[in-house]
């Protein structure tokens, strides 16, 4: 383990506070790594630090391995100054992100680089503890097969809305045809930690891929991440940061009312809702009536393989017009949805992304002429609509999150004197 220096003024009751010294070098590795400050006297025009102070905060930075001179030097005029990088090739983080049908679990470096990955084919269950034993066993799998690096820390993410400051399913209802409910009680980031002895973060799949779309080059302040899966889930950034809402439900278009539909039962116990069109569960659903009605050679020559979504996307592309209207339902369902999201939120930039659906010409001809007609035109005018692949995002913003957890100034206070966070998880747990 490396030894963190000794820095002056340390107080803990003050940790994360500007004046704490731990904080400050918090602050000079978030320049650094974004770029906004590389040399010294970069950093002390940027903070306002004395050139003794930033020296001794870049020595603290470089110690516990998260800085490291660059190699090149620039000048603004006077003697050339070196530049210093962000360097997280060292330290290790995990990600694990859940749906219905199965996990994956990443391992990847503090700069975001995946090392390896794994998919786990797993029925979820009413039984949380059993699913988390399963993905805490696969973690152990995949580190033992890139050398035992030490874990600095982990991102989960769930298939529903998770309370953040409890690390609890905030709503147990998780999209699917078996309507798994998951308890309040079980603590799943405190389970993890336990577990695996180093900080966790837990939140929804959704809210992840929308941190990692957030982290594109370029990206937007305000944007909607819409994830097309099971259910329909969404994760909303608002002025760059991810925005959970007073009780962590924010971005549940999965339950907006879009039709008077009363056949259309939802798993939330309502009709209408837009996971009721378009969560693959429903258009299975769908898929199989129109069978049973006699509606669709398509899909009846093929019912005996099974009738999931890429197959009802296939014949909706082949011109079954029972697979068409399946496929139209779903896409005008979620673009009212999104036009009430568009025009309350006004976001830059709305991305839809996950499964087969996200693919289908039809679906995305239908969501956009639906979204266009159906929001208010002055918040359209700018708006930017993408549809298509986007599972990585989710992966990525499972990443950011904990990277950005590690390295914010009062989570870095705390674990940065001992030189790592490894075995520290109940001490980051305890100040949020």
């Known amino acids: 383990m490396v030894k963190a220096p000794e820095l002056e003024g340390r107080v803990m009751p003050n940790a994360g506070s500007p004046t704490d010294p731990w904080a400050q070098v918090a602050m000079l590795v978030r320049l650094i790594r974004t770029g906004e400050a590389q040399t010294r006297p970069e950093l002390a025009e940027a903070t306002g630090l004395g050139r003794n102070v930033i020296t001794l905060r870049v020595q603290a930075a470089e110690a516990i391995g998260l800085i490291r001179a660059s190699g090149a030097a620039r000048s603004r005029g006077g003697r050339a100054a070196d530049i210093w990088e962000f360097t997280g090739v060292h330290h290790h983080v995990l990600v694990a992100t859940v749906d219905e049908d199965g996990f994956r679990v990443v391992l990847a470096n503090l700069d975001l680089t995946p090392l390896g990955e794994s998919s786990v084919e797993w029925t979820l269950s009413d039984d949380t503890a059993r699913t988390c034993e399963r993905m805490a066993a696969q973690m152990e799998t995949l580190i033992s097969d890139h050398r035992s690096p030490t874990i600095w820390g982990i991102g989960l993410g769930m298939p529903a809305p998770v309370d953040v400051t409890t690390g609890r399913s905030r709503d147990p ?11 309040r009680t079980f603590d799943i980031r405190r389970w993890f930690i336990d577990r695996m002895k180093v900080p966790v973060w837990v939140d929804s799949v959704s809210n992840l891929a929308a941190l990692g779309a957030a982290s594109e080059p370029e990206a937007p302040a305000d944007l909607v991440f819409v994830r097309l899966g099971n259910g329909v889930g969404s994760g909303i950034v608002s002025n760059g940061g991810l925005h959970r809402g007073a009780d962590s439900l924010a971005g549940e278009i999965t339950h907006i009312v879009v039709s008077d539909d009363a056949r259309r039962l939802c798993l939330c116990g309502r009709s209408g809702c837009v996971d009721a069109f378009a969560g693959s569960w429903a258009i299975e659903a769908e898929a199989r009536r129109a069978v049973a009605q006699g509606r669709s050679p398509f899909l009846a020559a093929r019912a005996e393989d099974g009738l999931g979504l890429a197959v009802v996307v296939a014949g909706a592309e082949s011109g079954d017009i029972a697979c068409a209207e399946i496929v139209h339902s779903a896409a005008e369902a979620l673009g009212r949805g ?7 939120f006004n976001p830059r930039r709305v991305v839809v992304a996950g499964n087969d659906l996200a693919s289908s010409p039809l679906f995305r001809h239908i969501l956009t002429r639906t979204l266009q007609s159906q929001a208010l035109s002055a918040c359209i005018e700018h708006l930017e609509l993408r549809i298509g692949p986007g599972q990585a995002a989710e992966v990525v913003g499972g990443l950011s999150l904990v990277r950005d957890a590690l390295l914010a100034p009062s989570h870095l206070a705390a674990w940065a ?16």
């Open 338 to 344: 999104l036009a009430t999201v568009v025009t309350w």
């Open 417 to 432: 004197p001992t030189g790592s966070p490894a075995d520290f998880g109940a001490a980051v747990l305890a100040i949020g």
């Open 173 to 183: 209802v998780i999209a699917g045809a078996k309507g798994i409910r998951w308890p």
